[in-house]
């Protein structure tokens, strides 16, 4: 069951289509200063920031793995992903899991530090947490 309600799209900047919703995500990464591949989806069917509350949702048609060759990790995404958002982190992150060992583990909290020291970490529930550099996100923008 989806956490989005008609009346939070009402209020929300809401977009569809996979290529707006792309756009959307990158710039909105940006915006609260985390890298911009952090969120690697595909077929991405609405996005939606709530900024009154910094909610924000991503719904994708099917989950999706993705390999972050820079620093080998395994990370999954379901079709819905769900966050609370502030400058230089996401919390309450539901819908991302990463493959710790032989176990996925659900991801619940990323954060740049501030002052920024190039490095990201990712925490989840249970108080494990890795710490990465953020240029291992970070995608090459084409220059137009």
């Known amino acids: 069951m989806s956490l989005i309600t008609e009346e939070m799209r009402a209020k929300a900047e809401f977009y569809r289509g996979d290529e707006l919703c792309q756009v959307k995500a990158k710039e909105f990464l940006k915006e609260i200063f985390l890298p911009n591949g952090l969120l690697p989806l595909q077929d991405i069917e609405e996005c939606g920031y709530l900024r009154e509350t910094g909610f924000v949702w991503l719904k994708q048609k099917k989950s999706l793995t993705h390999k972050f060759e820079k620093v080998g990790r395994l990370v999954s995404y379901a079709p819905e992903v769900?966050?609370?958002?502030?400058?230089?982190?996401?919390?309450?992150?539901?819908?991302?899991?990463?493959?710790?060992?032989?176990?996925?583990?659900?991801?619940n909290e990323i954060y740049v530090d501030d002052p920024p020291t190039g490095k990201i970490t990712f925490k989840s529930a249970t108080g494990l947490s890795r710490t990465f550099p953020v240029s291992a996100f970070e995608i090459e923008e084409e220059v137009k």
């Not at 609370?84 to 659900?106: D, F």
Request: charged share 25%; no cysteine.
């Open 82 to 107: 769900t966050a609370y958002v502030g400058p230089s982190r996401i919390k309450k992150l539901t819908g991302v899991k990463t493959k710790e060992l032989l176990i996925w583990v659900t991801i």
